[in-house]
C-alpha cells in the first residue's frame, strides 16, 4: 500500500497477488503414526529439494521487484510482512535494492 508521508493519506496498493492453495490429497484411513511421520518427512525432503522460484513464499521477492519498478530512483520503499516474509531468499533480494527496506512482524 503505496501512503503519501506528509499527510499519511493512503495512495493505493502498488502490488498484489491472488493466489490459491491446491487442495492436499487425504491420507489414507488406515494410516499409522509411523506411516504418517514418513509421509510428512518425504513431503518435507521434497519440498526443500523444490527451486526458490516455484515456491509460494517467492510472492515476497515478486513484490519487492515489482514496486522497486514502479517507483522512482528517490523514493524510500518500505515493505511489511508478516513473519511468513522473515526468508533469507528475501533478505538478500533486500540488500540488492538501494533505496528499500523491511519490517518483518513477527509476533
Known amino acids: ?5 506528509e499527510q499519511g493519506q493512503t495512495l493505493g496498493l502498488l502490488w498484489q497477488k491472488l493466489g490459491n492453495r491446491e487442495h492436499k490429497p487425504k491420507p ?11 509421509r510428512q518427512a518425504s513431503a518435507r525432503k521434497a519440498a526443500r529439494k523444490r527451486p526458490f522460484t516455484e515456491k509460494e513464499s517467492y510472492k515476497w521477492v515478486e513484490a519487492l521487484c515489482a514496486v522497486d519498478k514502479q517507483v522512482e530512483a528517490n523514493t524510500r520503499v518500505i515493505h511489511v510482512f508478516d513473519r511468513e516474509g ?3 531468499e528475501v533478505f538478500d533480494q ?3 535494492l538501494q533505496h528499500t527496506g523491511v519490517l518483518v512482524r513477527a509476533g
Open 1 to 5: 500500500m503505496a501512503i503519501e508521508p
Open 86 to 88: 522473515d526468508i533469507a
Open 94 to 96: 533486500i540488500r540488492q
Open 28 to 38: 489414507p484411513k488406515d494410516e499409522t503414526p509411523k506411516q504418517k511421520k514418513q
